[in-house]
Antibody, heavy 119, light 112 residues
Framework: EVQLVESGGGLVKPGGSLRLSCAASGFTFSNYDMNWVRQAPGKGLEWVSSITSSSTYIYYADSVKGRFTISRDNAKNSLYLQMSSLRAEDTAVYYC????????????WGQGTLVTLSS | DIVMTQSPDSLSVSLGERATLHCKSSQSVLVTTTNRNHLAWYQQRAGRPPKLLISWASTRESGVPDRFRGSGSGTEFTLTITSLQAEDVALYYCQQYSTTPLTFGGGTKVEI
């Protein structure tokens, strides 16, 4: 069974940093492109970042470019999102999502981890 | 960026009736190299992560009931729930994956 389990969320002050992790199991992690998608409270879905299976290509939404860094460790079956210079508008549930056949659609999602910005 | 616009914002449908959801993209998501529409539909029940229902505009994912049907091409797409069931109450999002940034529509809330 495919499982994606996010961790690392919490309460952080504006300007602070946080590192999210996503532990993958039930599939060959190194074969799949992976993504982070976020959802602000009561709002819609926003794609944040993607990384190809071998980390060759990385993409970011303009809203996070220069502040967030996506990475992965295929030996540990883990995906990461390093977030810095956090802003109030970064408050959201952050989902780890597996990309289906490198297509750009997401066939498996984690349960999400909540990041809350508050001074 | 490709802007995805969904309509209506919300929809109230009786049990067993048809629900029709619309999604429009600001540019075509039909990619010539694949000859496919790079358009997905997701269902998000309250308090849950999204679930992929349909990819390539009309391909139902494994395990998705056949009452969910995707159609359309280019810039206009439709998700039809042919006979609404109680468990279909949810938010539905379309997403284009023809180019980055990957973008989602604002969602349609389906209620009974």
């Amino acid at each position: 069974e495919v499982q994606l389990v996010e961790s690392g969320g919490g309460l952080v002050k504006p300007g602070g940093s946080l590192r999210l992790s996503c532990a993958a199991s039930g599939f060959t992690f190194s074969n799949y492109d992976m993504n982070w998608v976020r959802q602000a409270p009561g709002k819609g879905l926003e794609w944040v970042s993607s990384i190809t299976s071998s980390s060759t290509y990385i993409y970011y939404a303009d809203s996070v470019k220069g502040r967030f860094t996506i990475s992965r460790d295929n030996a540990k079956n883990s995906l990461y999102l390093q977030m810095s210079s956090l802003r109030a508008e970064d408050t959201a549930v952050y989902y780890c999502a597996r990309e289906m056949d490198s297509s750009g659609s997401f066939d498996y999602w984690g349960q999400g981890t909540l990041v809350t910005l508050s001074s | 960026d490709i802007v995805m616009t969904q309509s209506p914002d919300s929809l109230s449908v009786s049990l067993g009736e048809r629900a029709t959801l619309h999604c429009k993209s600001s540019q075509s998501v039909l990619v010539t190299t694949t000859n496919r529409n790079h358009l997905a539909w997701y269902q998000q029940r309250a308090g849950r992560p999204p679930k992929l229902l349909i990819s390539w505009a009309s391909t139902r994912e494994s395990g998705v009931p056949d009452r969910f049907r995707g159609s359309g091409s280019g810039t206009e797409f439709t998700l039809t729930i042919t006979s609404l069931q109680a468990e279909d109450v949810a938010l539905y999002y379309c997403q284009q994956y023809s180019t980055t940034p990957l973008t989602f529509g604002g969602g349609t809330k389906v209620e009974i």
